[in-house]
T-cell receptor, first 112, second 114 residues
Framework: DQQVKQNSPSLSVQEGRISILNCDYTNSMFDYFLWYKKYPAEGPTFLISISSIKDKNEDGRFTVFLNKSAKHLSLHIVPSQPGDSAVYFCAAEDNQGGKLIFGQGTELSVKP | DVKVTQSSRYLVKRTGEKVFLECVQDMDHENMFWYRQDPGLGLRLIYFSYDVKMKEKGDIPEGYSVSREKKERFSLILESASTNQTSMYLC?????????????FGPGTRLTVT
């Protein structure tokens, strides 16, 4: 039973355009969400996070939006760059002192 | 900078062998985690530990065990490796308290069981 879902396994975007990666969750008790980026043969690195008391958090080119009523979050990357090509995972903290539940990942390809 | 290191980047083992994957973190984090990553399945939690000598089962603990004798070191053990344990294994650590819940990951070990 997948509590955190990323329904798009891949996304292709032109350089300079916006990339939008989506994530849905089922547990309304989740109160903290994170996005990680992963290059091949490397471990995931933290990108951006959002608490459930907010609906938006911005860090440079990256913005995360949270819609609690829809149990949906999205990561916007503007403008997209070829170096953003990676697998992106969303994750939710499950109220157990730091345990994260990850989605399946979306592979972003940004074409020059 | 937080550093999480894993003992091997690539490992090839035979079916039935006992396999040890080591993870060390240098930030005095209380929490440590072992995941495996498989295409289309994301990161799945195998075991985690909130303190020395403590361990908790994650979502897929079958066929694995762990050891945490020192705070900085968390070992994953495959008692008798099988081909379905071929995967990328990722170790992570985090602080026990805090507002960010951010986990720091090692580079991963690509394990192939033949």
């Amino acid at each position: 039973d997948q509590q955190v879902k990323q329904n798009s396994p891949s996304l292709s975007v032109q350089e300079g355009r916006i990339s939008i990666l989506n994530c849905d969750y089922t547990n309304s008790m989740f109160d903290y969400f994170l996005w990680y980026k992963k290059y091949p043969a490397e471990g995931p690195t933290f990108l951006i996070s959002i608490s459930s008391i907010k609906d938006k958090n911005e860090d440079g080119r990256f913005t995360v939006f949270l819609n609690k009523s829809a149990k949906h979050l999205s990561l916007h990357i503007v403008p997209s760059q070829p170096g953003d090509s990676a697998v992106y995972f969303c994750a939710a903290e499950d109220n157990q002192g730091g345990k994260l539940i990850f989605g399946q990942g979306t592979e972003l390809s940004v074409k020059p | 900078d937080v550093k999480v290191t894993q003992s091997s980047r690539y490992l090839v083992k035979r079916t039935g062998e006992k396999v040890f994957l080591e993870c060390v973190q240098d930030m005095d984090h209380e929490n440590m985690f072992w995941y495996r990553q498989d295409p289309g399945l994301g990161l799945r939690l195998i075991y985690f530990s909130y303190d020395v000598k403590m361990k908790e089962k994650g979502d897929i603990p079958e066929g694995y065990s762990v050891s945490r004798e020192k705070k900085e070191r968390f070992s994953l053990i495959l008692e008798s490796a099988s081909t379905n344990q071929t995967s990328m294994y990722l170790c992570a650590s985090s602080q026990h308290t805090g507002s960010s819940y951010e986990q720091y990951f090692g580079p991963g070990t690509r394990l192939t069981v033949t």
